[in-house]
């Protein structure tokens, strides 16, 4: 029933863990950590071009958030394949969430921060909330799903919680030597970035991770707003 992974990153669509928080983990791979990815929506809207079906779009989108996380040595990728924009916070969802916080019994849990005040896509709000719910109480808590306990879920604490695109960023992650496989697991997702990164866009990346990295001793960093759990 279990399969531990040290790290699990839950991403709203395809395609934003790679501008989240990639590089660290191309880096956490090096390592040897094993990392699972959650991929809450498929996807299905965010396209400027008319001619595509939304069925078309979200097999698409599928294809090339596998091959991303392949190139950074994610070792699962989960879809739960809601429609794009249309992530709401319920009991369904937040469930879905702990039953795989309990399956895979990550450290370490990364997502979108939704705390972003004003403009921010909802799905990227809803999925940080219920992240953040589902790892506490929710997958905690023996009692709260006494089904899961049945199925032999087991409760599990999360040790730590990073969120991408804060405005509070409290935290970094050296991601110098894997800053070229984040540009290459982007240009993955081609039909979000284009056929390639553009050579703008990789300059664009690289002035931002280097003043992410400012006040550190290496660099190119990726920011996160970090919440350390004392495990009550
Ligand atoms: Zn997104």
Not at 43 to 50: E, F, P, V, W
Not at 166 to 180: G, K, L, Q
Request: hydrophobic share 35%; glycine share 4%; aromatic share 10%.
């Amino acid at each position: 029933m279990t399969k531990p992974a040290q790290i699990m990153v839950v991403t709203p669509h395809p395609d934003d863990a790679e501008w989240g928080v990639a590089g660290s983990v191309a880096r956490w791979a090096d390592e040897g950590k094993d990392i699972v990815y959650v991929v809450c929506t498929n996807g299905d809207k965010g396209t400027s071009d008319t001619y595509m079906t939304p069925d078309e779009l979200a097999r698409i989108r599928e294809q090339e958030q596998l091959e991303a996380a392949r190139l950074l040595g994610v070792r699962d990728v989960i879809f739960l394949r809601h429609p794009d924009q249309c992530l709401e916070d319920t009991p369904e969802f937040r469930k879905e969430i702990v039953r795989l916080i309990r399956m895979y019994q990550p450290r370490t849990v990364v997502t979108a921060d939704p705390y972003r005040r004003y403009i921010w896509h909802r799905d990227h709000r809803i999925t940080g909330q219920v992240v953040l719910d589902a790892i506490f109480p929710y997958a905690r808590d023996f009692l709260a799903y006494p089904d899961l306990l049945q199925q032999g879920f087991q409760p599990h604490k999360v040790k730590e919680v990073l969120l991408w695109g804060s405005e509070e960023p409290d935290y970094r992650s050296n991601i110098t030597d894997t800053f070229a496989i984040k540009v290459a697991a982007l240009r993955c997702h081609a039909s979000q970035v284009g056929d390639s990164v553009s050579p703008e866009l990789e300059d664009y990346l690289r002035q931002r991770h280097k003043r992410l990295a400012a006040e550190e001793d290496y660099e190119l960093a990726e920011a996160f707003h970090r919440v350390v759990l004392d495990n009550r």
